[in-house]
Nanobody, 125 residues
Framework: QVQLVESGGGSVQAGGSLRLSCAAS????????MGWFRQAPGKEREGVVL?????????YADSSVQGRFTISQDNAKKTVYLQMNSLKPEDTATYYC?????????????????WGQGTQVTVSS
């Protein structure tokens, strides 16, 4: 089992940047897929970017963020980051870090069954 603690949300103007962090409490960080999801008001939660902590193969589940959002990891700190640049009002959502076992496909949002508490990102125009 893994516990996830997120930080780094906030409010920015359109065009600004934020970096989210997700610290994982596990002795086997490389055994997990980790990803970022988001849920906007009145909408279902959706995958944003997904990654294997072992191979670092990355999948952008939401094509609207490609070129603006970057996922990265620090294996020593067991932390995954989401750098968000050129933010738009439509990026406003609660962002969740999630983890799933490598035994499943990191590219499948259904593989993620461990969740952080969520952090709010608000982008104003």
């Amino acid at each position: 089992q893994v516990q996830l603690v997120e930080s780094g949300g906030g409010s920015v103007q359109a065009g600004g940047s934020l970096r989210l962090s997700c610290a994982a409490s596990t002795s086997s960080f490389a055994s997990y897929c980790m990803g970022w999801f988001r849920q906007a008001p009145g909408k279902e939660r959706e995958g944003v970017v997904l990654r294997s902590m072992s191979t670092e193969i990355t999948v952008y589940a939401d094509s609207s963020v490609q070129g603006r959002f970057t996922i990265s990891q620090d294996n020593a700190k067991k932390t995954v980051y989401l750098q968000m640049n050129s933010l738009k009002p439509e990026d406003t959502a609660t962002y969740y870090c999630a983890a799933g076992r490598l035994s499943g496909a990191c590219s499948s949002t259904r593989n993620y069954n461990y969740w952080g508490q969520g952090t709010q990102v608000t982008v104003s125009s």
